[in-house]
């Protein structure tokens, strides 16, 4: 079935620092691509998402490209803040009549100052 | 704020109790999911309602049931609990659509210990 994979944490990092958190994806079809964050205390929110191949989503300085070639949606940031300080879920959306979204385990960083 | 209201943020009961959670949608979203968040078990996908109907089960336990009303809130009911049930809960919101499109809108969750 499908799948999502992400690596593990949690990750650290000094501010201004560059972040890329991996996602890998298994899935039959067309999946669209999502990255959901959860900040402390709060219910995941929408982040970025991608709906075909080599479409970029982007927000808050976060990107991420759908590669069907690679099958991966690694997110991207170049200069981390603090308060970035969250936990990150990849996310698909599997094609077909059965549609519903498929999680990653999550990955949680941690910004110093 | 998502605009999707749980409450009670926090709940704590005893082992072999029933408790009942609510979700209230943001408006004029049809469909409700419900997820459950362990430490050990990440993000678990529950059940999904989508105006009034059961549209899809995951992960829920027999002892665990939820109903999407007419006014479109959802509860989820939870019954003999065990330790293992603490856990955050999760409701989700999406735009109009059937099948969904991935976007989903969280509330803030309700956490639940069992003692």
């Known amino acids: 079935g499908d799948s999502v994979t992400q690596m593990e944490g949690p990750v650290t990092l000094s501010e201004e620092a560059f972040l890329t958190i991996n996602c890998t994806y298994t899935a039959t079809g067309y999946p669209s691509l999502f990255w959901y964050v959860q900040y402390p205390g709060e219910g995941l929110q929408l982040l970025l998402k991608a709906t075909k191949a080599d479409d970029k989503g982007s927000n808050k300085g976060f990107e991420a490209t759908y590669r069907k070639e690679t099958t991966s949606f690694h997110l991207e940031k170049g200069s981390v803040q603090v308060s970035d300080s969250a936990v990150y879920f990849c996310a698909l959306l599997n094609a077909g009549n059965n549609r519903k979204l498929i999680w990653g385990l999550g990955t949680s960083l941690a910004v110093n100052p | 704020d998502s605009g999707v209201t749980q409450t009670p943020k926090h709940l704590i009961t005893a082992t072999g109790q029933r408790v009942t959670l609510r979700c209230s949608p943001r408006s004029g979203d049809l469909s409700v999911y419900w997820y459950q968040q362990s430490l050990d078990q990440g993000l678990q996908f529950l059940i999904h309602?989508?105006?009034?109907?059961e549209r899809a089960k995951g992960n829920i336990l027999e002892r665990f049931s939820a109903q999407q009303f007419p006014d479109l809130h959802s509860e989820l009911n939870l019954s003999s609990l065990e330790l293992g049930d603490s856990a955050l809960y999760f409701c989700?919101?999406?735009?109009?659509?059937?099948w969904g499109t991935g976007e989903l809108f969280f509330g803030e969750g309700s956490r639940l210990t069992v003692l």
């Open positions: 989700a919101s999406s735009v109009v659509s059937r």
């Open positions: 309602y989508y105006n009034g109907e």
